[in-house]
T-cell receptor
Framework: GEDVEQSLFLSVREGDSSVINCTYT??????LYWYKQEPGAGLQLLTY?????DMKQDQRLTVLLNKKDKHLSLRIADTQTGDSAIYFC??????????FGGGTRLMVKP | EADIYQTPRYLVIGTGKKITLECSQT?????MYWYQQDPGMELHLIHY???????EKGDLSSESTVSRIRTEHFPLTLESARPSHTSQYLC????????FGAGTRLSVL
């Protein structure tokens, strides 16, 4: 099956930028997503990008997609303590099925 | 968007009990999904539905069953709960965008 990989952990200082990286294997991905999960909660959709786009910016969030290398990144500018959470990368195949990465735990230090 | 409601949020139950986890949505999405989330965070698709009377098994084998009698509801049932079923169960709905409920955290003693 298809695979999505993320690093497990990222620690940054408040006010710095965070960059969370993701790689995937499905060459027929239609959409790619970033979800956020806070403790004890479900997944909150942060942003998504269509596979024919290179970049998408939404306030403090910037998504970069390198389709040739199958690499997706999420940059959070001016990271705040409230951004501490687990971030999941996911890709959607042609059948509308999502494959998730294992999640990256972001810790923001004051 | 879709509001996804899951009940109960937390459930502690003894081995051998039958349980049903409820999931409902308000926006009439045809597609609904159940995911199981391991303690180590990874999500796995266990069931999905493309509409009323449609149910399919996902990538991860599960002893649970689902039904889709109405568009709004997609309940998940375990006939005889075991400790190995202890996990978080997340329901989602939508097409190109999947929206998630808050989850049910199940503990089987």
């Amino acid at each position: 099956g298809e695979d999505v990989e993320q690093s497990l952990f990222l620690s940054v200082r408040e006010g710095d930028s965070s960059v969370i990286n993701c790689t995937y294997t499905d060459s027929s991905s239609t959409y790619l997503y970033w979800y956020k999960q806070e403790p004890g909660a479900g997944l909150q959709l942060l942003t998504y990008i269509f596979s024919n786009m290179d970049m998408k910016q939404d306030q403090r969030l910037t998504v970069l997609l390198n389709k040739k290398d199958k690499h997706l990144s999420l940059r959070i500018a001016d990271t705040q303590t409230g951004d501490s959470a687990i971030y999941f990368c996911a890709e959607m195949d042609a059948g509308n099925m999502l494959t998730f990465g294992g999640g990256t735990r972001l810790m923001v230090k004051p | 968007e879709a509001d996804i409601y899951q009940t109960p949020r937390y459930l502690v139950i003894g081995t051998g009990k039958k349980i049903t986890l409820e999931c409902s949505q308000t926006m009439g999405h045809d597609k609904m999904y159940w995911y199981q989330q391991d303690p180590g965070m990874e999500l796995h698709l266990i069931h999905y539905s493309y509409g009323v009377n449609s149910t399919e098994k996902g990538d991860l084998s599960s002893e649970s069953t689902v039904s889709r009698i109405r568009t709004e509801h997609f309940p998940l049932t375990l006939e005889s709960a075991r400790p190995s079923h202890t996990s978080q169960y997340l329901c989602a709905a939508g097409g190109n965008i999947q929206y998630f409920g808050a989850g049910t955290r199940l503990s089987v003693l």
